[in-house]
């Protein structure tokens, strides 16, 4: 079955890059997202990437996407202790009308002041 | 446009009962999808349901179960409660128009069970 693997923890500096990595087995993914979960709140989608595309950037996101090595990273540029958080990497597969997401057990980053 | 919105927030019930939780969908959505949240197990697909339909359902017992109403709202049921169900249960509701139309999650049910 699909399965989705990130390493557990990351630390950074404050105003540093933080990359954040992400490796799926479905080759049949369709759509690979990105989300950010704080203390006690739920998931927020912070970006996602289809699967025929290389790179897709947003503001201080960037995502890239080895298809070949079905390798998935987030990149955060100019880390603020504001993106201490867990991240989860997840996959849709492609099964017609499928919505259902596969996640990985996600990253905690934490941002040194 | 109000988000996803899940009730109540916080939940302690005993073993043996039974729970019913509550997702309110993004005004439009049509597909509500729900999550099991746990520390050891990660993030595990529960069910979607779309147009009051149940589209897809995860690996779990028939003691969970859920349906859809005409207006999106979803629920989900729990009975004959467990401890291991103790988890955060989160609720995402999708526009569904297209393959590409991202989950919105809401804040989750912290279900504790003693």
């Known amino acids: 079955g699909e399965d989705v693997e990130q390493s557990l923890f990351l630390s950074v500096r404050e105003g540093d890059s933080s990359v954040i990595n992400c490796t799926y087995t479905d080759s049949s993914s369709t759509y690979l997202y990105w989300y950010k979960q704080e203390p006690g709140a739920g998931l927020q989608l912070l970006t996602y990437?289809?699967?025929?595309?290389d790179m897709k950037q947003d503001q201080r996101l960037t995502v890239l996407l080895n298809k070949k090595d079905k390798h998935l990273s987030l990149r955060i540029a100019d880390t603020q202790t504001g993106d201490s958080a867990i991240y989860f990497c997840?996959?849709?597969?492609?099964?017609?009308?499928?919505?259902?997401?596969?996640f990985g057990k996600g990253t905690k980053l934490s941002v040194i002041p | 446009k109000a988000g996803v919105t899940q009730t109540p927030r916080y939940l302690i019930k005993t073993r043996g009962q039974q729970v019913t939780l509550s997702c309110s969908p993004i005004s439009g959505h049509r597909s509500v999808s729900w999550y099991q949240q746990t520390p050891g197990q990660g993030l595990q697909f529960l069910f979607e349901?779309?147009?009051?339909?149940?589209?897809n359902k995860g690996n779990f017992p028939g003691r969970f179960s859920g349906r859809q109403f005409s207006n999106s709202r979803s629920e989900m049921n729990v009975s004959t409660l467990e401890l291991g169900d103790s988890a955060l249960y989160l609720c995402?509701?999708?526009?569904?128009?297209?393959?590409?139309?991202?989950?919105?999650f809401g804040n989750g049910t912290r279900l504790t069970v003693t």
């Open positions: 997840a996959e849709k597969d492609s099964g017609a009308g499928s919505y259902q997401l596969t």
């Open positions: 995402a509701s999708s526009l569904a128009d297209r393959v590409a139309s991202p989950l919105h």
């Open positions: 349901y779309f147009s009051e339909t149940q589209r």
């Open positions: 990437i289809f699967s025929n595309m």
